[in-house]
């Protein structure tokens, strides 16, 4: 729960509040609708794509994470979109739409972004709908919860770098902040989701859930170990020539984190797997005496 001071620092005005039991109607409610009600209506087509100097333009298209990016955003939006329409709740239901909405939107900035400044991906990508919804949402939910963590971290990095002009910064901040209310979405929906279950169904969920997280752990371990470092923070990091210290990111990361989800509704649940991951990490890498 959010200290008073905290809410002052993020600038937002709320009014008192009553606490909520997580699995409620009130908090189903709560966590549709901060999702609903914070929707940032920018249209992709229009997006003025900034000129940018010859050599910043060439580091632009040999950034290597386009492909991954475009192929997570497309099996994002398809994953969304089919527990959606599997969902008889309508208020989820209407959620889970608008999440799976954002991410096709994230697809379309990162093709228009692509046509404007002559990048070109090899091979198509083609992502079939999933057989299972609710297996393939908490995957994709998971998958989010680790790379937006890192992708916060970097994305402040690379602002500060100025590694892109300002107003390039400014077309995707919307889009970094749609995966942080994405993020806080999917750890209330799972929640709730365990809660709605009857007891008898609630330990088969978590099991669900826990083979979910792991499937993704050991997909984002095995492309940070690849040899082509298939694997966003990792590439991107390299690629956009920031200095990774390891405490010093994973320290951005978390402070990032928390700012980009201080504004929504202190009652809900915030992510914590990955925050408690980092704080561990740090904590180990002080201990071993790793390079500030
Ligand atoms: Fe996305
Ligand atoms: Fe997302």
């Known amino acids: 729960m959010a200290q008073p001071a905290e809410e002052e620092q993020a600038g937002v005005l709320r009014p008192m509040h009553t606490p909520i039991a997580i699995g409620s109607e009130q908090h189903k409610h709560l966590f549709c609708a901060v999702l609903l009600d914070t929707f940032d209506p920018y249209r992709p087509a229009v997006i003025d794509w900034p000129k940018l100097a010859p050599e910043a333009e060439a580091r632009l298209r040999s950034l290597p994470f386009w492909g991954v990016a475009v192929e997570t955003e497309e099996n994002a939006g398809i994953r969304m979109q089919a527990l959606a329409d599997r969902t008889s709740d309508p208020l989820i239901r209407e959620a889970l739409a608008l999440n799976a909405f954002e991410e096709r939107r994230h697809r379309e900035v990162l093709g228009h972004m692509m046509r404007f400044y002559g990048i070109e991906l090899s091979g198509d990508i083609t992502v079939p709908p999933p057989r299972h919804a609710r297996w393939a949402f908490l995957r994709t939910g998971y998958g989010e919860c ?147």
Not at 259 to 277: E, G, I, K, V, W
């Open 146 to 292: 680790f790379d937006s963590f890192f992708a916060f971290g970097l994305f402040d990095m690379a602002r500060r770098a100025n590694f892109f002009p300002p107003e390039l910064v400014a077309v995707f901040e919307p889009v970094i902040q749609e995966e942080a209310r994405h993020n806080l979405f999917f750890v209330n929906w799972a929640a709730y989701t365990r809660a709605a279950l009857g007891w008898w169904r609630q330990p088969g969920f978590a099991v669900q859930r826990f083979a979910a997280l792991a499937a993704q752990a050991a997909n984002r371990l095995s492309s940070a170990k690849a040899v082509d470092g298939n694997n966003f923070t990792r590439t991107g990091g390299t690629a956009l020539g920031l200095d990774l210290d390891p405490r010093r990111f994973l320290a951005l990361c978390l402070a990032e984190n928390e700012r980009r989800l201080a504004p929504y509704d202190p009652r809900l649940l915030r992510p914590r797997l990955m925050p408690a991951a980092a704080r561990l990490a740090i904590r180990l890498l002080s201990r071993g005496g790793a390079p500030r």
